[in-house]
C-alpha cells in the first residue's frame, strides 16, 4: 500500500514546474480544515460552510482561468464538479495541470457540499431538538410537582396570577390553549401544558391529583364550570378557585364545586367605588399593596386589607366597634373608619360608633364570605 504524500509535497512535472498551476488542495489538508470549522454552533457551521463552498468556487474558477478557460466556462465547470452533476467536460482536461485541479475540486468541492449540507440539516433541526428535550424536561418536573397550582388560562389575570405566584415562591403550572400565550409562559421560564383545560386528561398532565389549588381564570364562564366539574371530579380535596363574568354565575360555580368565586367586573366596580367615596383609605390600601412584602405576608397570614361601605340599613350601622368586632366573631378586625364628612380616624377606639355612610376599613379572613359583605351592604346592597 502506497504511502500518503505529505501534505506540503507539491509532485512536479517533468519541467519542475507545479502540475497544479497555482492551485492545488489535498484529501488530508481538507479533513484538517472542515475539523477545524466544526463548531457546537448550528449558525456557526453553517457560515463556516458556506464560506468554506464559496471559497472553493472562486478558487477553483480561479484555476480554470489560468488555465487560458473564460470566467463561465470555469464557473460551470466548477459547479457541475463539486455538486457532482456528472455533465460531460467543457473543455478537455488533458494536461496534468488541469486534472490535478479537477481533482481537487472533487475532493474539496464534495467535502465541502456534505459538510454544508450537515450544517444545514443541524442548523433547520437544533431548533426543535432544543425544544423537544426542554418539553420532556418539564414534563419531569411537572410531573415530580406536590401542593403545586394549576392556572387553567394564561390571559390577562392568568399572566398577573403567575408573576404574583413566582414572586411569592409558589410552585405553579400554566394550562393554555393558544401558541402564542404558551410561547410567552415559556419565554418567562414558567412550567407549562399547551392544551385544552376542559380536558381531563390535560388536567391529569398538569398533576391535578397531588394539586393543592385549581385557579380557572378564563374568561368563558361555561368553559370555568367544566373545569372546575372535571378538577373536583379527580380530586375531592382540590381547592378550586374559579372566575365569573357574570353574577348569576357564582351560584353555578359553586354548585359545581368551587371553593371561592371571583367576579373582575365586581372587584373592579368594588375598587373604583373605594377610590371615589374613600380616597385616603383607598389610597392606604394602595400604599399597602406596594409594599410588597407586608401585602404578600398579609396574604400567608390568610389575610386580606379592604374597605366597605355601611349602608343605611345594615344591621351594624350604629354599632360600635367592640360589638361589630363580637359579631363578626373574629372573621375580620376594623382598623380605621372614613367618616361621611371626609375625616377619617386610624386605630379607632373600641366604643367608637360606625354610622350610615361610613367607610371601615378591615383586615379580615381571605376570601370574604357573601353574608360578611351583605352584613355592611344591608337589604337594599344585597338585592
Known sequence: MEAEAPFNQIP????????????????????????????????????????????????????????????????????????????????????????ALTVSLIVLGCTGMIYLTGALVQFFTAAQLQQLLGLKKMKNEIDHLQGHVIICGFGRIGTMLARDLRAGNVRFVVIERNEERTAQARELGYLYIHGEATDEQTLIRAGVARADVVATVLPDDAANVFITLSARSLNKSLRIIARGELPTTESKLVHAGADQVVLPAHIGAERIAEIILYPESARMIRNVERMGDFGLNLHKLGLDLSVVAVAQDSKFAGLNVEEIERQSAGAFLIVAINRS??????????????????????????????????AFAGAKGRS
Open 12 to 99: 512536479r512535472d517533468r519541467n519542475g514546474k507545479s502540475p497544479a498551476g497555482r492551485v492545488l488542495f489535498y484529501r488530508w489538508g481538507a479533513v484538517t480544515i472542515i475539523a477545524r470549522m466544526t463548531s457546537k454552533s448550528p449558525s456557526r457551521n453553517l457560515i463556516n460552510g458556506v464560506i468554506f463552498v464559496c471559497v472553493i468556487i472562486v478558487l477553483g474558477t480561479g484555476g480554470y482561468m489560468a488555465e487560458g478557460w473564460d470566467i463561465s466556462d470555469a464557473f460551470y465547470m466548477v459547479i457541475i464538479t463539486i455538486f457532482s452533476v456528472g455533465y460531460d467536460e467543457v473543455h478537455p482536461v488533458e494536461s496534468g495541470a488541469l486534472r
Open 341 to 374: 364628612d371626609g375625616s377619617t380616624i386610624t386605630r379607632p377606639a373600641p366604643d367608637s360608633r360606625i354610622a350610615p355612610g361610613d367607610g371601615v376599613v378591615i383586615i379580615e379572613r381571605a376570601g370574604r364570605s357573601a353574608s360578611e359583605q351583605d
